[in-house]
Antibody
């Protein structure tokens, strides 16, 4: 069973940078599709980024595009999220999650499982 | 396009409750559903047409009609209390979107 463990969160000033890590168990990490999802305190979930296996194509939500960068080191079974130009509204619990998908009756559906336990990022002066 | 959920729903113990998620993208793609309890990471409870991950009780079921995905709990238990989120991909397959969440009170 795949397990995910995030780290790297902390307090950072507006305009600063932070890099989050997510270490995964499992022998086929290179094939995993992995997403970052965040949750501001007391609010809902927001998907922010995905990275694919193989060539590692990356995609971002508009709210973080141009400021955040996702990458992976398959030799270390580790996913990263480099966060630059941080803003107060980036304050959230950041989760990594493994993507999956299914096709049934001609329709596709995706899901996230498992999730890590999250790492808290606070942006404040 | 957005995914719309009712902010809060309540159900009496042992009764049936349906949580809905509406959005145009649901006409073409299945939603997935997540349960989140206070202080815990979300847990996948439903995906695809009507698939429960291992360990999810069979009182959880899913359905789809038009632009609406539904998660039904038949015989709700106290431990089902929590926040429920739907999620769906877009046409490109690259971007995902969460609904605003529904707080279920049992």
């Amino acid at each position: 069973e795949v397990q995910l463990l995030e780290s790297g969160g902390g307090l950072v000033q507006p305009g600063g940078s932070l890099r989050l890590s997510c270490v995964a168990s499992g022998s086929t990490f290179a094939n995993y599709v992995l997403s970052w999802v965040r949750q501001p305190p007391g609010k809902g979930l927001e998907w922010i980024s995905v990275i694919y296996g193989g060539g590692g194509g990356t995609y971002y939500a508009d709210s973080v595009k141009g400021r955040f960068s996702v990458s992976r080191d398959n030799s270390r079974n580790t996913l990263y999220l480099q966060m630059n130009s941080l803003r107060a509204e980036d304050t959230a619990l950041y989760y990594c999650a493994k993507d999956g998908w299914i096709q049934e009756a001609g329709r596709w559906g995706n899901w996230f499982a498992p999730w890590g336990q999250g790492t808290l990022v606070s942006v404040s002066s | 396009s957005d995914l719309t959920q009712d902010p809060a729903v309540s159900v009496a113990l042992g009764q049936t409750v349906t949580i809905t998620c509406q959005g145009d993208r649901l006409r073409n793609f299945y939603a997935s559903w997540y349960q989140q309890k206070p202080g815990q990471a979300p847990v996948l409870v439903m995906f695809g047409k009507n698939n429960r991950p291992s360990g999810i009780p069979d009182r959880f079921s899913g359905s789809n009609s038009g632009n609406t995905a539904s998660l039904t709990i038949s015989g709700a238990q106290a431990e089902d209390e929590g926040d429920y989120y739907c999620n769906c991909r877009d046409n490109s397959g690259y971007f995902r979107l969460f609904g605003g969440g529904t707080r279920l009170t049992v």
